[in-house]
């Protein structure tokens, strides 16, 4: 393969090649795409991991042109590795779910290949990773906001995943006390420790159960069971008592959400 | 179970309606057969009546508490005999007073009430033991209603898990990721390409044969699930580790089709596909106290989250076990901080 490079790399000197990461936890799923991939002398191939935590270490070490990305993993899922990422190459799904696909095109993925997939089909799919490539038009910037997506609506949020300087922590949706908007980021408060996620508060509201987290304030989504009262709070306003003591502003319209969730 | 007298209208009505109607022949027989004057007639079939007729009321109270399933009949006849005995003692007695200290003129109804009191005694325990009777009847409808009702609720449950199954079964995230491996293996390993996919077909002809109700040799069930975990350990390699333990007679026991597949999935499931580590499913089956005792074990990561959907496989199994052995508590369920384990309990009876 080597020599097949350097004989094209001849050929073609001014050809560029474009690196390229395999992630998907089967190993079997892994050489298809290796295989079918040594047809194209315009990718390399740098590095393969088979979950999501040694794939976001390899493409911050690497920082690959495209990825290939299987969704169902051990520990956290293709999409949950991408709302954690700083660099975004060009991603191409593979996976055998179907329910996925509208939520992959949403994220701007370049394809999404449904296995199993003839050659030709990987090929149409690395065409189109080329012209996107090779059109200097991908702007980084946009696609880590088009990350957030809306889940199926029969899938809510069961976990939130973030990072802890180089560490990866899954946190359970029910250990979650509440949110706090920041910015374009989040504050997850957990009885751990409060930790930053880059996502917004409508992406939240969105994907989680509306029977477990109300949003009581344009800053504030709470978990119902972390509610011990409703306090009043200067004129016309009210405060939440949690559990952990903190008090928490209710706006006007969080506060007749939360009648309605409560059954008030 | 309340008492259907007093909880259920047209329960209480008749009951009213029939006392009424012994309150009237009592009546006639004192007044036209034994010639007794009018007013004393009347108070007498009023008073022992009414009272009996509260008597019976708390009856039920004697039957409904009375564990009658648990007692041999004789002592089932002894513990009514001797409750009626003093019921009876009490209401004839409480009856004689009320009209004692009731009824002007009541020396010389006296010698009358005195010599019919044997005569009151029989018929009251006639009456006795037909409220009784009555009251077995009742609570033993009831329970088959109820027998009835839950069993229907379970076959539907079934119904609906099967349809869940069917689903399942020809799971697509586990069929197109075998067959991608297989399309994989072609360029690598033809040959192991071509034993992946008669395995695949095994296992698709066996789940397609499946029916509802049908017992199937255990060593029918376990050449599927190898055939199910052959395939998911080209998957999976080193990840899925997969041991056996069989006592040799074991393996013509009969058990419910398709039981084990859905135990191996659920461990597969929460097991390998949420863990980096090497996951080990174990299955351990022995025979024990006239039951094949199938235990599968699995461990896991304990910080993987939870997946969501935990447990609608293993109710399904929990259903089809209690519809078809018409028992509960067949399977028992054991989490531990790393591992799971299912144990089905499958009653082998000798024929």
């Known amino acids: ?264 | 179970m309340p008492n259907p007298f007093i909880s259920k209208k047209e329960y209480s009505i008749s009951y009213a309606l029939v006392w009424v109607l012994i309150i009237g022949t009592h009546l006639a027989v004192l007044y036209f057969y034994s010639q007794q004057p009018l007013l004393e007639s009347v108070i007498d079939a009023v008073v022992f009546n009414i009272l009996f007729a509260g008597l019976g009321l708390s009856v039920w109270y004697a039957v409904r508490y009375y564990d009658s399933s648990q007692s041999a009949p004789l002592d089932v006849f002894l513990y009514h005999f001797g409750t009626a005995a003093i019921a009876l003692s009490c209401w004839l007695g409480i009856g004689y007073f009320l009209i004692s200290i009731s009824m002007p003129g009541f020396e010389k109804y006296k010698e009358f009430l005195d010599n019919s009191m044997i005569w009151r005694g029989i018929s009251g325990l006639l009456i006795y033991s037909v409220i009784v009777l009555i009251y077995y009847l009742y609570i033993h409808s009831e329970d088959l209603k109820l027998r009835v009702e839950k069993e229907a609720k379970l076959k539907l449950q079934v119904r609906e898990g099967e349809i869940e199954r069917l689903k399942n079964q020809i799971n697509p995230h586990f069929l197109f990721n075998s067959l991608n491996s297989v399309s994989s293996l072609t360029m690598s390993k033809p040959d192991a390409a071509r034993e992946m996919l008669v395995k695949l077909s095994d296992f698709l002809r066996y789940s397609l044969e499946f029916k509802e109700n049908e017992l199937t040799l255990l060593s029918s069930e376990l050449d599927h699930i190898e055939h199910y975990l052959g395939i998911e350990k080209v998957r999976f390699g080193d990840r899925l580790l997969f041991s056996i333990q069989i006592h040799s007679d074991c393996k013509s026991c009969r058990v419910p089709n398709m039981i084990l597949q859905p135990l191996i999935e659920n461990a597969i499931k929460h097991g390998v596909y949420e863990s980096i580590e090497p996951v080990e499913i174990r299955a351990d089956i022995r025979f024990e106290d006239e039951s094949l005792v199938i235990s599968i074990k699995n461990t896991f990561d304990p910080e993987a989250a939870p997946r969501k959907g935990k447990g609608i496989g293993l109710q399904n199994v929990s259903n089809r076990m209690s519809l078809i052995y018409q028992a509960d508590n067949l399977v028992h369920v054991k989490k531990g901080f790393d591992d799971f384990e299912v144990v089905l309990y499958i009653p082998q009876t000798s024929n």
């Open chain 1, 1 to 264: 393969m080597t020599l097949k490079l350097f004989y094209t790399s001849l050929k073609h000197p001014i050809s560029m090649n474009y690196s390229v990461i395999i992630i998907d936890d089967e190993q079997p799923a892994r050489d298809i795409i290796r295989s079918y991939l040594s047809r194209h002398v315009d990718f390399e191939l740098i590095a393969e991991c088979s979950n999501g935590f040694e794939g976001l270490k390899l493409i911050h070490e690497h920082k690959p042109d495209l990825i290939f990305l299987d969704i169902q993993m051990p520990k956290i899922t293709g999409f949950e590795m991408l709302e954690l990422l700083d660099h975004f190459p060009a991603i191409i799904f593979s996976t055998a779910f179907d329910e996925y696909a509208i939520k992959a095109f949403d994220m701007s993925a370049v394809d999404y290949l449904l296995k199993p997939y003839s050659q030709i089909r990987f090929d149409q799919a690395v065409k189109r990773a080329l012209s996107k490539l090779t059109e200097q038009s991908i702007d980084r910037e946009q696609m880590s906001k088009l990350v957030e997506t809306k889940y199926l609506d029969s899938e809510k949020l069961n976990r939130i995943v973030v990072k802890t300087g180089f560490k990866i922590k899954v946190i359970p949706i029910d250990q979650i006390e509440y949110f706090e908007a920041d910015d374009d980021y989040v504050i997850v408060y957990t009885p751990e420790g409060r930790f930053l996620k880059q996502q917004t508060m409508k992406y939240l509201v969105a994907n989680l159960d509306s029977k477990e987290f109300i949003r009581v304030h344009r800053s504030f989504i709470v978990s119902i069971n972390q509610i011990v009262q409703i306090e009043p709070y200067e004129k016309d306003s009210k405060v939440l008592m949690l559990k952990n003591g903190k008090k928490i502003k209710v706006s006007k319209s969080g506060l007749k959400s939360l009648k309605e969730a409560l059954g008030l």
